[in-house]
């Protein structure tokens, strides 16, 4: 069985088809488009480059398109995508306005492209299903919480995969299988042994921490929407809500501004003046931009503030995890959030920090009792795996 996983944004469209034959999803084929202002002319070339390759013989040989999907108002986990769950996608809109919008008008361009393959997506708010209600909530009335206003968190592809590797990597093959069952019965099965704490940092273009006990979220720096948490590239992270009533009056800003403005003008490209790329940014401050240094220290401070957030909700951890773009690739960031906490039981290794070994790898002191890794994430498998367990229920 074949399945095909698009990554849809307002101007990219990336893929990787994977083959399920062996029942545990291999990668066939990867490829995309940036740059896009032809949609239907991206995803033919998408199709056609898998049938040139020799990777389909025909486009009715994949079984499935998988979305890593973002939100949608009363729809959760791995569904089928069809026009009404595109219209639960739509309704919050609102939330995720530099998310949602292209998934639709994507997935939409696929259905009519495809219209006899099924479009299936996982949200990535499913993998906090379990997260225990009062991290949950935010404190408001009941009316705002049913319209949607609690954490939903994001990112959770990328984290339920780290869930599953960091605890192989622990020696936690029970742990590591609980979590590649999540979503399967809607529950989660009982766990023996002591207990598996991994804090997963996805730090990329949006960045996000997560608590995982024994392979199941129990909470997301993410709140309701994808512009919170941690300070994003361009994107605003957690803001006191009375900011915008004030700004509102005080600058005279319209509702519309200030959205533009959180969503566009704010995160690290607002706070540093320089670039949404942590790359520019910590050039600048290289050479001496006091803002771009402020952006860098404003984005580790947020970071160590919830990674401490999540040694208290674990009562410590057993791995902290560095994930995507920034996590995986700067050893300056990693070393700057885990600097001083050795008292709590995190000690990086220079060495290992600066040049890991491999793309996967341990990059803390022998003598650390948390163990520190950067591991690669992997959410298209996610989807892949997901996606192929729908079809065969
Ligand atoms: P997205 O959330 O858009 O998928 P990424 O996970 O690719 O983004 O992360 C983008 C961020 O990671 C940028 O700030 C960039 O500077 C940094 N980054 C990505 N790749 C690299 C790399 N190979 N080397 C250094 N920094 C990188």
């Not at 074949?2 to 399920?20: E, P, Q």
């Not at 959760?76 to 609102?94: I, K, P, Q, T, Y």
């Not at 600066?354 to 341990?362: F, G, K, N, Q, S």
């Not at 022998?366 to 795996?385: F, G």
Request: glycine fraction near 10%.
């Amino acid at each position: 069985m074949k399945i095909l996983v698009a990554n849809l944004g307002s101007t990219s469209l990336k893929y990787r088809l994977f083959d399920f034959s062996d029942g545990r999803g291999q990668l066939l084929a990867r490829g995309g488009y940036e740059r896009v202002s032809d949609y239907p002319a991206a995803i033919d070339s998408c199709l056609g480059e898998l049938l040139k390759g020799g990777h389909i013989a025909s486009e009715s040989e994949l079984a499935a398109v998988g979305f890593k999907a973002v939100m949608a108002r009363g729809l959760n986990g791995c569904v089928r995508l069809d026009e009404s769950a595109v219209e639960a996608m739509e309704a919050f809109n609102a939330i995720a306005p530099a998310h949602n919008p292209p998934y639709i008008s994507g997935i939409r361009l696929f259905a009519r492209r495809m219209p006899g393959t099924p479009l299936v997506g996982l949200f990535e708010t499913a993998f906090y299903q379990w997260a225990p209600e009062a991290a949950m909530r935010y404190a408001v009335p009941e009316s705002w919480n049913e319209a949607g206003v609690r954490r939903w968190g994001f990112h959770g592809a990328s984290h339920k995969f780290i869930a599953e590797r960091s605890a192989e990597l622990l020696g936690r093959p029970d742990v590591a299988e609980r979590a590649r069952q999540l979503y399967v019965d809607g529950g989660i099965s009982p766990v023996t042994g002591p207990d598996c704490r991994v804090i997963s940092c996805h730090l990329g273009g949006s960045s996000s921490i997560t608590g995982i006990l024994n392979g199941v979220a129990v909470g997301n720096s993410l709140g309701m929407s994808p512009q919170s948490g941690l300070p994003h590239n361009n994107r605003v992270g957690d803001l006191d809500a009375f900011a915008v009533p004030f700004v509102m009056r005080s600058l005279g800003l319209s509702l519309d501004e200030v959205e533009g403005q959180m969503c566009r003008e704010s995160g690290l490209k607002g706070l540093s003046g320089v670039s949404n790329d942590m790359r520019d940014i910590q050039a600048e401050a290289a050479v001496g931009n006091a803002k771009a240094r402020l952006a860098l220290e404003v984005f580790v401070h947020q970071a160590r503030h919830w990674i401490g957030a999540y040694l208290a909700q674990l009562n410590g951890a057993d791995a902290l995890v560095f994930t995507a773009g920034i996590g995986e690739n700067r050893g300056e960031m990693r070393a700057s959030i885990c600097a001083s906490l050795d008292q709590l039981g995190i000690v990086l290794d220079p060495a290992r920090n600066v040049r890991p070994e491999t793309a996967e790898c341990v990059i803390s002191a022998e003598d650390s009792r948390v163990k520190v890794m950067v591991i690669p994430t992997n959410e298209e498998l996610v989807v892949a795996r997901e996606v192929h367990r729908f079809l065969n229920k």
